[in-house]
């Protein structure tokens, strides 16, 4: 991964597995953490919020990155399993059970199983068709939720208390940002190591050519499913934790605008990479606001109705202009503009360099 | 009894307006567009504004309204979809998935969230119609069977008889070959887009019409999408016993289950459609692996 092409090698099996490896790259991580760690010191509540939504966001669109940009198993029924998860959370909890350390595991085993059913039918359906059922699972699992919702009598969704953990109590925004920072860097962590590892370069496989990977020995039934599952699994869990943070579940919050939101930070950010999901995740829900002190910048006394649809309409370009112009998502001009630091004066990089 | 079956025909009208719609575009494009149901909201305000330009004549105001739908169609293709051939099926998709995102805030900046009625400045009145067997509906629910049955009948006609029709059938089937015996494809799939959104313009003029007009009437497409899927998704033919099929367990599970199981049927449908034959009734089985 050396960005400068040349002149750095690796001696050791443990260098070669490291995730940070040059000292530039550790210096950058250090400097990250520290700001990340002391923000809440500096920043206000209402910036710690936007970082904490951030970071729930890049959880949603590392699992969806999972499926469909490492596996290449399309998904419009991204918001279903993030609906399951809080769904499954609610309804423990409305049990009576409300520790996170049973609806955790029991949301994750709710978000395996539903995952290996919608990945079923991706063993016999590619593509478009597959988009189609997990859209009709999208629309299935929310009648399943809102079926439970009038079930529960008040109709408008269900209360979640703060969750505990021991003698701690997630409450409040600094607790809630450390919590959700921490884990988005874990899962993070977790499916950049998917990635490496063999389940990853299996999904990259299928997604490049499915009949070429069956021929070289990758089980391309076994490892669709497991892409199933990972990704539900842990949008399953983003699920829960929406549940906790928001500390409130109701069914108008996963519509199918919910998995457009997701798909399009996963495009914008770039396909199949881990730091492109992080980065679209951010962008898409800095988008509205931004827009916001735009639109606020330049004319203050606009009508509210003007900036719903300047915002949502602004977020609709943006994904079809990267769709058409940038493929490679933000990663792409990140990684251009790297090289183009790195290698000037000259162009490109030597034809030998190790990507 | 009477009464279920008149409104599964209505609402099996509506389906097979926007699966037709589907099914066009899919055969040009090779795409899902999933901006029909906002194609079908943008004809209501379409209506809605020609029906505020001229008011009281709706012989001017219903074709205007029906050109212009159809002439979104053709820009649609031209600024979107032809830009995407080559790309893949994924990227298009989302690009119909965003222009529903864009029509949507168009529409939202121009006419407002506010509920509409484009009949009140149309002259026209919406009585309710009594049916032979006790059944009740009321006049546009009639003009949306018509419209249906018209529009198939115009399609059959015109896709078996006219050198155009054959045209984009050849081009529908394989646009390479097509393009090589000297048919103007880029042409065809332009008329092809067009047709899809008058259909679904037509549908969402009787709609807006008959019930009412918001920006969300776009709902309404993603149901139908189950009815071109079930029918098969090149096939024309289709459309209709699968909109039939669709409307029929829709209105049964209003009458036996509750409004919430009836949102979702559709998709129930589809999802067992998925299951067992995912080409649908008339599809082409080949059409699974292209994509």
């Known amino acids: ?355 | 009894m009477a009464q279920a079956l008149a409104t599964t025909l209505v609402v099996a009208s509506l389906y097979a307006l926007l699966g037709a719609g589907y099914v066009l575009v899919y055969r040009a494009s090779r795409v899902l567009n999933l901006a029909q149901g906002d194609l079908l909201t943008l004809g209501g305000y379409f209506l809605f504004a020609t029906a505020a330009t001229f008011p009281g004549a709706p012989a001017l105001a219903l074709p205007l309204a029906a050109a212009l739908s159809a002439l979104t169609g053709v820009l649609v293709y031209v600024a979107l979809m032809r830009p995407m051939a080559g790309h893949p099926v994924f990227a298009a998709v989302l690009v119909t998935v965003t222009l529903g995102i864009l029509l949507r805030a168009a529409i939202v900046f121009v006419f407002t969230d506010r509920t509409r009625h484009p009949l009140q400045n149309l002259g026209l009145s919406n009585p309710p119609r009594p049916l032979a067997g006790g059944a009740v509906v009321s006049t546009f629910d009639l003009v949306m069977v018509g419209a249906a049955v018209a529009l198939f009948a115009a399609l059959f006609v015109f896709l078996k008889v006219s050198p155009l029709g054959i045209r984009m059938r050849a081009a529908g089937e394989r646009a390479l070959l097509a393009s090589q015996r000297g048919i103007n494809f880029h042409g065809v799939f332009a008329l092809s887009w067009a047709l899809a959104a008058f259909a679904g313009g037509l549908a969402g003029m009787i709609y807006s019409s008959n019930v009412r007009l918001e920006p969300s009437l776009g709902i309404l497409g993603l149901r139908a999408f189950a009815v071109a899927l079930v029918g098969g998704l090149d096939s024309l033919g289709g459309v209709v016993p699968a909109a039939l099929l669709v409307a029929a367990v829709e209105v049964a599970s209003v009458r036996w289950g509750n409004p919430l199981l009836s949102d979702v049927s559709p998709f129930l449908c589809l999802l067992v459609m998925l299951l067992i034959r995912p080409w649908g009734f008339f599809g082409t089985r080949e059409e699974l692996e292209r994509v």
Do not use: C
């Open chain 1, 1 to 355: 991964m050396s960005a400068l092409g040349g002149g750095y090698f690796k001696t050791s099996y443990e260098a070669d597995l490291a995730l940070v490896d040059t000292r530039l790259r550790r210096l950058a991580l250090t400097a990250l953490v520290l700001v990340l760690l002391a923000l809440p010191r500096f920043a206000s509540g209402f910036v710690l919020d936007l970082v904490s939504q951030a970071a729930f966001a890049a959880i949603g669109a590392l699992a969806l990155n999972v499926l469909t940009g490492l596996a290449g198993q399309i998904s419009l029924g991204h918001a279903g399993f993030l609906a399951a998860g809080a769904f499954t959370t609610a309804a423990l909890v409305e049990r009576g059970i409300v520790s996170p350390l049973v609806t955790l595991p029991a949301t994750a085993l709710v978000g395996g199983v539903l995952g290996l059913v919608v990945g079923i039918p991706s063993l016999r359906l590619k593509g478009l068709y597959l988009a189609l059922g997990t859209l009709a699972m999208h629309h299935v699992v929310l009648y399943a939720a809102g079926e439970m919702q009038a079930r529960a009598g008040g109709n408008t969704g269900f209360t979640i208390p703060a969750p505990r953990l021991g003698g701690l109590v997630f409450r409040g925004t600094v607790a809630w940002y450390y919590a959700l920072v921490a884990l988005a860097a874990l899962v993070l962590v977790l499916v950049v190591n998917l990635q490496r590892s063999r389940a990853g370069r299996a999904w990259m496989a299928i997604r490049d050519r499915d009949v070429a990977a069956a021929s070289v020995g990758i089980d391309v039934a076994r490892y669709k499913l497991s892409a199933f599952v990972w990704s539900s699994v842990i949008t399953a869990l983003a699920g829960a934790l929406f549940a906790y943070h928001r500390g409130f579940v109701s069914v108008e919050a996963f519509g199918f605008f919910v998995a457009v939101d997701y798909i399009a930070m996963i495009i914008i950010g770039g396909l199949g990479s881990a730091l492109g999901a992080v980065l679209g995740a951010a962008f898409v829900t800095l988008l509205p606001y931004a827009i916001d002190a735009l639109v606020a910048g330049v004319s203050p006394d606009a009508a509210q109705y003007y900036v719903f649809p300047a915002k949502f309409g602004a977020f609709g370009l943006l994904m079809a202009l990267f769709l058409v112009f940038e493929p490679l998502g933000l990663v792409g001009i990140w990684r251009r503009v790297r090289n183009w630091v790195f290698l000037w004066p000259f162009r490109h990089r030597p034809l030998r360099a190790s990507s």
